[in-house]
């Protein structure tokens, strides 16, 4: 089990949420197994309580979860790993979505898998219509404090994991647990335009992706470069961010780190094979941790403004974007999210301290139309 903490309970005194956030955090890994007998049993790595035996409580999936540790109600994050990754090898980034208040669930999709992802989609279905029966009853006794809001859910997902979550809002398999919020980072649809990988989730047409709820896109500016001549670029222009947000419907919202590369949302240090594969494919930038806490804050603000209506640390990083630990071109935007007031003894807001007042009468200039 990992552990991790923030200094403070109050979240009118951390350092803004592209810092750890006022919650301790902590994670637990689910595994499915299969007996001798054949089987199925739940193993949970540094959970500490008794192994469940009904297979109704089993996930349909491996999962890694970071919890909050203060009692209370959570919004819930289904997070989808990049192709051929570990769900650890985001820990990090997980446990900093948990500072801030959120239920994180990260399932391990596969250990190696084609270039169709609609078996994939499937089962992040799966793993979505089981939550609200299973998801309790699988925790280990320790994480019991903290209560899954299942009325206020969100899906994010990594490069292929990106694509894996817009096919799943755009209805391509059903869900029983609605979704409220979509983040794609640095997404990924294929080789290029006109290659794309099954199936296909952009059609190349501004707005056309009509999801139906608020979408963010954190895109890396050196994801479309190569590394070197034996790889190729990890996420290609006119398959990537780019062309999700191009495609997405209102309200959208669009940040690119223009120094980062396409792995630098993973943990700073990724084992096995696998993990050293993820230092060499792509185009990095000088190191993960900026990039992961922004890419961490960004969604935390974001969410907090889709799910809980608390608009004041997007307005903030949306107004203020030199303050993101990383060099960001300029964010853009399709349409707005809602504003509504908040009753709050914080001064200041969490991502920059800067007054409240100061961002009253504050617009984001909306995105032309454009080519992606």
Known sequence: MMMRSSTDDSSCAHGGVYEDGPYKAHTVSLEQQRSRCGSKHNHRVGGGAAAATNETDLPPKPLLIAVPKAK?????????????????????????????????????????????????????????????????????????????????????????????????????????????AVVGLDPVDGNAKGIQTQPPILRFSQHSLNLGVPTLIVGSGLGS???????????????????????????????????????????????????????????????????????????????????????????????HPDLAPVLLEPPESYGKLPQKSQSSSCTSDLVTGIPLNSLVGYNLQETDTQTP
């Open 72 to 180: 209370g109600k959570y919004p819930v994050v289904q997070f989808q790993h990049g192709f051929t990754l570990q769900n650890h090898f985001y820990s990090q980034l997980l446990l900093h979505l948990a500072s801030h208040g959120f239920i994180v669930v990260a399932p391990q999709m596969y250990t190696i898998s084609g270039s169709d992802a609609t078996t994939e989609i499937e089962e992040a279905v799966a793993i979505l219509n089981w939550m609200p029966s299973g998801l309790e009853m699988a925790l280990p006794s320790s994480f019991l404090n903290a209560k899954p809001d299942f009325s206020k859910v969100a899906l994010v997902g990594h490069s292929r994991g990106g694509k894996v979550v817009f096919g799943l809002a755009l209805g391509l398999r059903n869900s029983i647990l609605q979704y409220s």
């Open 225 to 319: 470069l190569k590394r070197n001549y034996l790889f190729p670029p990890c996420a290609p222009e006119g398959v990537s961010h780019q062309a999700f947000f191009f495609d997405s419907s209102a309200p959208a919202f669009h940040f690119v780190a223009k120094e980062y590369g396409h792995m630098d949302f993973l943990d700073d240090d990724c084992k096995g094979a696998q993990g050293k594969l993820s230092y060499c494919v792509c185009k990095n930038g000088p190191s993960r941790s900026p990039m992961r806490r922004f890419a961490g804050g960004i969604i935390a603000a974001f969410l907090q403004a889709a799910l809980l209506n608390n608009t004041a640390s997007f307005d903030a990083a949306l107004a």
